[in-house]
């Protein structure tokens, strides 16, 4: 890494911290929901779906105004957006309805999503192509500890420890059943209004910061190319990483947002000790980031792949057969292994693929709508076979056997 794009590297690497924090309040949210909504477990996932959705429809659009104005532009642009959908939080406490929780969760994934068309392959174009997947590994690697913070820390200020219904609220509760609902709603806040803060904070930090533009973006300043390349879905390991990342995403999501889930509702663990187990879920995730980074200056990006996503095989089937606890300590070994995934594929998949990166970026940022459809299956079957729950995890089992393809074969560039 050259000495020139420490500091430019250093910023955008805050992006990575910032939208984990947003995409792993989600699986706290559903839980919250699911009191304040009063929601089953398999309408409080549609809350994913309304976050990744915006992953599908937004992308192209993103990398066609980034392609006409710059990677800088459209990482602001996101910014703002998302600070927006976090200050919505405060007129929805007073609405209470699941219906405007949806629509915030989708304007903050629209500005989030901004960031990862834009931040993803602007880290791999900054410096040698031999190091992308290993640069590409240590950004996300701030995403983990995003993350691991969303979990430990941040789901304690919004899950209060209560439970209550209808039926078990206690008759001298303060202000009776709406008294309760009103507090669970306000705990939302506060998460939101820091994020909002910080969104803000950066965007303002990168309006007066100089971010130097990579080739392709000198290539899009002479007006000879498309804003965006439908064709580029021809180069086989790019179409391969596509489908690799829709069922990676899928799989992760389904196991991340149900994980409090599976706590509470079936392992009967209270609040507080699962939001411990989410933190220590989270930190399995960001150890893998960091031992993943460090393991790739000796092995190949692909073999770790590859590997890593049959010991996942594994210990899907270990939380299928035992569940309980024993499927609670195989999720933490899944966090571990499933941490390089992502920035592996993504780097592999928009490898070689010159002035068409942004277009690539683009599909690859889309193939997370497997976010918006795999946990529901996962959480319909869970909800629809509660004495068999553990058994619904064949659906992040199966998802793993395209992620280890891809990293046996399909990362082969052919054409």
């Known amino acids: 890494m050259r000495n020139k794009y420490l500091i430019p590297l250093s910023l955008i690497f805050s992006l990575f911290f910032l939208w984990a924090i947003s995409s792993n309040l989600l699986p706290t949210m559903i839980r919250q929901l699911m009191k304040t909504c009063e929601l089953n477990a398999f309408e409080a996932s549609f809350t994913e779906s309304a976050y990744w959705i915006a992953y599908f429809i937004f992308p192209i659009p993103i990398a066609m105004f980034m392609k006409r104005f710059s990677y800088k532009s459209g990482i602001i642009v996101g910014l703002l957006l998302a600070a927006v959908g976090g200050l919505l939080f405060f007129p929805a406490a007073s609405i209470k309805q699941y219906w405007a929780y949806l629509m915030i969760f989708f304007i903050i994934a629209t500005g989030m999503c901004f960031l990862e068309t834009a931040a993803n392959p602007y880290v791999t174009a900054l410096g040698s192509q031999e190091t992308a997947s290993r640069r590409l590994n240590l950004a996300q690697s701030f995403n983990g500890l995003g993350a691991f913070i969303s979990a430990m820390f941040l789901s304690k200020l919004i899950l209060t420890g209560y439970n209550y219904t209808r039926e078990t609220l206690p008759q001298d509760y303060p202000g009776g059943w709406d008294g309760y609902i009103q507090m669970e709603t306000d705990a939302m806040k506060l998460p939101y209004l820091c994020l909002a803060a910080l969104l803000i904070l950066i ?198 056997f395209f992620t280890a393809y891809y990293g046996w074969k399909g990362y082969k560039i052919k054409d």
């Open 203 to 400: 965007a303002i930090i990168l309006i007066f910061s100089k971010l130097p533009k990579i080739d392709d973006e000198k290539n899009d300043n002479k007006g000879n190319t498309k804003l965006i390349n439908f064709k580029v879905l021809k180069r086989s390991h790019l179409k391969c990483g596509v489908i690799a990342q829709f069922f990676y995403n899928g799989g992760q999501t389904a196991i991340n947002s149900l994980f409090l889930v599976y706590c509470c509702m079936y392992v009967g663990l209270p609040e507080d000790t699962a939001t411990i187990f989410f933190g220590f879920y989270m930190l399995a995730f960001l150890a893998g980031r960091w031992i993943g980074t460090m393991l790739m200056v000796k092995f190949r990006p692909q073999d770790m792949l590859f590997v890593y996503s049959i010991v996942n095989i594994i210990l899907c089937g270990i939380i299928m057969i035992f569940g309980g606890m024993t499927g609670l300590y195989a999720m933490l070994g899944v966090s571990f292994f499933m941490s390089i995934m992502y920035p592996t594929q993504f780097s592999l998949a928009i490898n070689d693929l010159g002035e068409d990166t942004k277009s690539g970026s683009a599909f690859l940022v889309m193939a997370i709508i497997g976010n918006a459809c795999i946990p529901q299956l996962t959480a319909y079957i869970m909800n629809h076979n509660k004495d068999v729950y553990y058994f619904a995890y064949i659906i992040p089992l199966i998802c793993f």
